[in-house]
């Protein structure tokens, strides 16, 4: 295995470069530990998913930038760059990850407002007369 694994992940808008390293479990974003920068423990849950799922937390510390879209998008960005990262280190594990729908990027995104239009799917009131 070699030193330093990268790898990219997107959900939403966001997007995260993720680098796994072997260490002690440290997980840092943007600079700051993942308590500072997520708020909520179930964005923080999220995150740790992939470590969880394929028993090996606590062996890789990971450093990710993210930016882009809100906080649960971030997390789920980040969760898709490390189980993808995962994967690399250890082909074993794609399995876990794949039927735990990790590997896939989720594609929903807001659909943009169309011109003449209330918004991206709202219609102005019809009147027939």
Do not use: C, W
Not at 38 to 52: K, N
């Amino acid at each position: 295995m070699s030193d330093i694994i990268s790898a990219v992940g997107r959900r939403k808008t966001s997007v995260a470069r993720v680098r796994l390293s072997p260490g002690s479990g440290e997980i840092t974003i943007n600079k700051k530990t993942i308590a500072d920068f997520f708020s909520r423990e179930t964005l923080r849950g999220i995150v740790r998913q992939p470590f969880e799922l394929t028993s090996t937390a606590g062996k890789f510390n990971v450093i990710a930038t993210v930016n882009g879209g809100g906080e649960s998008g971030q997390a789920g960005a980040v969760r898709h760059g490390i189980s993808r990262a995962l994967v690399i280190s250890d082909a074993a594990l794609r399995g876990v990850l794949k039927t735990a729908g990790l590997m896939t990027r989720d594609p929903r995104m807001k659909e943009r407002k169309k011109y003449g239009q209330k918004g991206a799917r709202k219609r102005f009131q019809f009147s027939k007369r």
